[in-house]
């Protein structure tokens, strides 16, 4: 399996070096492959400048990644079995400008439905599509809340190398980290999802050390539409959510519950004016600051003092760095 499945990425990916297993030399408890030079990527990034990239060391390097990565969108969605543990010291800087992507020995065979369900979800993620709490719903993927809108940063957050979202930067430890996301828990998600999403955090990982920027949604979508015209099956992703209903509540609920932790006011009167402003929560909150949008920050406030509305803000806009 692991020889067809090195020739594969060979012949799709010519940039993409695969070592070959040796016969004879593999057992279930040892894999042997043949020798590939090169330096890995987790002492390239050691020797990474502190004051940044010149503009052509970081573009060669942003091709070389985005190859990587699209080369795992070949894996999950056109083979259906993927390469689980590409971490730093398992890829291969080589002087022939091309990576070497070593250690085989834990990979991941999707199941089918796993497989086009994954797709679905890039493409929901892709469009911005309704369908995404369909697909969760579809993957088994359960979270303490069914808010649309946290599950949609949450969901890009895990399945998604993007990170151009606020959150998407920070560690759910970090005291910045957005208490209405902090307060969600996965209820459950099955082990053929979970090692998608650990393949992704290790990308967003890279990603971050070298000051990439790469969305995995955008260099898959292709490969996911493929997967998905290829299949007979067909899903209903409708959900009787009343997703107005739930996202005003729940999120309300988190925004008083920080406000009350921050020793602000949150009593009814203040949720109601928050609530008027169309403010549910704490980015919200920031990015009606960032943009001076004093219309709404009034009615917001309306029952705050001046002191009390000034802390808050400055809370909210340190909290969410925008």
């Known amino acids: 399996m692991l020889s067809v499945m090195g020739q594969c990425i060979r012949q799709n990916y010519s940039k993409i070096h695969v070592p070959v297993p040796i016969e004879g030399l593999c057992t279930a408890r040892v894999l042997t492959m043949t020798f590939a030079e090169g330096d890995t990527l ?4 050691h020797t990474l400048p502190v004051d940044g990239m010149s503009v052509s060391r970081k573009q060669h390097l942003h091709n070389r990644l985005l190859n990587l990565i699209e080369c795992f969108g070949y894996q999950l969605f056109t083979l259906g079995i993927f390469h689980s543990d590409p971490h730093p010291g398992n890829i291969l800087f080589q002087e022939s400008h091309n990576l070497a992507l070593l250690d085989f020995g834990q990979v991941k065979i999707l199941p089918d439905e796993t497989r086009i369900l994954f797709a679905h979800l890039v493409i929901a993620l892709h469009d911005e599509s309704d369908d995404l709490l369909g697909v969760l ?10 808010d649309p809108v946290l599950i949609q940063t949450i969901a890009s957050i895990l399945f998604d190398t ?15 980290f957005p208490p209405e996301l ?9 082990t053929d999802v979970f090692m998608i999403v650990r393949v992704v955090a290790i990308f967003r990982g890279i990603f971050a050390a070298t000051d990439v920027d790469i969305h995995a949604r955008k260099v898959w979508i292709d490969d996911a539409r493929k997967a998905v015209a290829d299949t007979e ?3 209903n992703f409708a959900t009787n959510v009343d997703r107005t209903r739930v996202s005003q509540f729940e999120r309300l609920k988190y925004l008083s519950e ?9 009593k009814k009167e203040q949720m109601v004016s928050m609530a008027k402003a169309n403010l549910f929560s704490v ?6 600051a960032h943009e001076d949008d004093e219309t709404r920050l009034a009615i917001a406030f309306s029952h705050f003092s001046l002191p009390e509305r000034r802390r808050c803000l400055k809370l909210c806009m340190t909290n969410c760095r925008l």
């Open 182 to 190: 902090r307060a969600i828990r996965i209820n459950s998600i099955p």
């Open 283 to 288: 980015t919200e909150i920031a990015r009606a």
């Open 162 to 176: 993007r990170m151009d979202l606020p959150e998407a930067r920070l560690s759910p430890l970090d005291p910045d």
């Open 258 to 266: 920080w406000l009350a932790d921050n020793a602000l006011p949150h």
């Open 42 to 45: 987790a002492s390239y990034i």
């Open 137 to 146: 719903r579809y993957l088994k993927v359960h979270f303490t809340t069914e």
């Open 233 to 235: 099956v067909q899903y």
